[in-house]
């Protein structure tokens, strides 16, 4: 299984001079926890996530350290914290250096480099230009897909079915945001989720229009707007 037959396509992202509060807005609109911030070419030149956005003045988080913490602190960490908890476009406040991963990296290969990197996500790239996000959830969501044999991989046609569904609702402006679509022997995989029962089945209904399909397993979470924002 690689990357491309897992990730969600659909990605939430900003610009380099996207407002802190805009960002922390989007956040919890979208229920994602971290948006790649892409330049106008859409290449990924940073990360923020909701870690990022934990120490501010404006909540009375801002990390204080002691006096003796101080001391032995360089200034250059004690500029970054600064920075990162005073500064208000998302070039301020992302973590840059981020961890890519291509459409044809192995799932193996992902799990390994968040285990190692400690991270939650990796953008994924194609021709350096941003197609779509792995999270765990997605490995996770991945595992619980696959049938029972072991060694089995996607097939071409798995491959084509879940490439023609993703374009459909790409044009379809019903469409959930945050939707992950895993293929399994012409079985289509909901993952993600939904603001109301009409858009779980209107996609359901989607994924039936496409040739090859034999079922739809729905795994999304119905979710008003208003859930989820306190």
Known sequence: MLAKDIMTTNVVTVTPDARVREIAQLLLKRHVSA????????????????????????????????????LVAGSEDLARDYAKAHGVRAADVMSGNVVTVTEDTP????ARLLEERHIKRVPVLRND?????????????????????????????????RERLLQTLRTEPWAPTYLTVIVTDGM??????????EERDAL???ANTVPGVRGVEDHLVEMTPWAGAE
């Not at 779509?132 to 997605?138: E, F, N």
């Not at 995989?189 to 029962?197: A, N």
């Open 35 to 70: 948006v790649p911030v892409v330049d106008a070419e859409n290449r990924v030149v940073g990360i923020v996530s909701e870690g990022d956005l934990m120490r501010r003045p404006e909540t009375g988080t801002e990390r204080h350290r002691s006096w003796w913490l101080t």
């Open 188 to 197: 289509v995989h909901f993952w993600g989720v939904v603001s109301s029962e």
């Open 107 to 110: 799932v193996g290969t992902i």
């Open 129 to 161: 230009k941003l197609v779509g996000i792995v999270s765990r959830a997605d490995l996770l969501r991945g595992l619980a897909s696959r049938p029972a044999q072991p060694g089995v991989s996607p097939s071409t046609d798995d491959r084509a079915i």
């Open 204 to 206: 359901r209904v989607a």
